[in-house]
């Protein structure tokens, strides 16, 4: 008996419609990965969303209700208090008895302190002190109240033929330096420090007495320095130099250091709204926001 060619030769056609198919049949894993990709992405918003609510809850001062950390972080309070539960249940977020109230729970205290106990004022400045160096060609260093007086703990000097005479350890004068004049222009009054400004006005000679008011001398140029936001002098503490001065705050806006920039006077421009007077603010600014400062 023949065989019929034609029921031999019959092949089935694979058509592109069946090839997607066929390819998912033999991936088994595309699936899933895909799933575990959609996952991922859930947790990585979910986290994110966290962290904007306790972001949001530190910046109303650590104690908010519903209402008000939803609006600041754009939810709704009904979105918000979903992850308000969560943040609660890792310690990070407290409600109060009467529970209108949320704040921030032991678990963030406790980070909130880690942080601060890394939060060294000079560590920290060690960038703006190059960089200082490295774009303005001055000497930069940053001192902290010593009980002689300001002293310099840091210390950075440009590749120039030019030395200025001060180092690491080298105390600045109160009254005649920027740097003393920054610390006591705006941080709070320290009996300490009063006295210190107190013998070095007493020893100042007539041409320096001239360059201060007559009457409240003290009082004058605190306010001066205080609005023009740094201290600036020209030719005033060394022969030939001029310098610039700005504060370093920490949370709590207590000055803890200073940042000076200065250089030789014929190249440098001391003008509180110079380049750079406006440099060394940027920077002093940056660091006191590092340590937990809000303006």
Same mark, same amino acid.
């Given at each position: ?70 609006? %600041?972080?754009? +939810?709704?309070?009904?979105? &918000?208090?979903?992850? =308000? !539960? ?7 977020? #407290? $409600? ?8 921030l729970g032991r678990e963030a205290i406790h980070i909130g302190l880690a942080a601060m106990r890394q939060n060294d004022p000079v560590r920290m400045a060690e960038p703006a002190l190059q960089q200082l160096r490295e774009s303005l060609q001055v000497t930069s260093f ?42 006591? %222009?705006?941080? +709070?009054?320290?009996?300490? &420090?009063?006295?210190? =400004? !107190? ?7 007539? #041409? $320096? ?87």
């Amino acid at each position: 008996m023949k065989k019929d060619k034609k029921t031999a030769d019959v092949v089935l056609p694979t058509t592109a419609a069946h090839e997607p198919r066929a390819r998912k049949a033999r991936q088994p894993g595309v699936a899933v990965e895909a799933a575990d990709g959609r996952e991922r992405r859930q947790r990585v918003q979910a986290a994110e969303t966290c962290l904007a609510v306790l972001k949001a809850l530190a910046g109303l001062g650590g104690r908010a209700s519903l209402t008000a950390i939803g609006a %600041a972080v754009g +939810e709704s309070p009904a979105k &918000v208090h979903r992850y =308000l !539960a969560s943040l609660m249940a890792e310690g990070l977020v #407290e $409600q109060d008895r009467g529970g209108t109230q949320y704040a921030l729970g032991r678990e963030a205290i406790h980070i909130g302190l880690a942080a601060m106990r890394q939060n060294d004022p000079v560590r920290m400045a060690e960038p703006a002190l190059q960089q200082l160096r490295e774009s303005l060609q001055v000497t930069s260093f940053v001192a902290v109240m010593g009980n002689m007086g300001p002293t310099i703990v840091r210390f950075e000097e440009p590749s120039l033929p030019i030395t200025v005479n001060v180092r690491v350890g080298s105390v600045m004068s109160m009254l005649w330096s920027a740097t003393g004049r920054a610390f006591f %222009a705006f941080m +709070e009054p320290q009996p300490e &420090v009063e006295a210190l =400004l !107190a013998r070095e006005l007493e020893a100042a000679g007539p #041409e $320096q007495r001239r360059l201060l008011h007559a009457s409240r001398p003290l009082e004058q140029l605190r306010g001066e320095i205080r609005a023009a936001g740094c201290a600036a002098i020209r030719d005033l503490n060394l022969p030939g130099i001029s310098a610039v001065a700005a504060p370093l705050r920490d949370y709590n806006g207590h000055v803890v250091a200073v940042l000076c920039a200065l250089g030789a006077s014929g190249g440098f421009d001391p003008d509180p709204q110079g380049r750079i007077a406006q440099a060394v603010c940027e920077q002093a600014r940056a660091i006191s926001a590092s340590l937990g400062y809000r303006d």
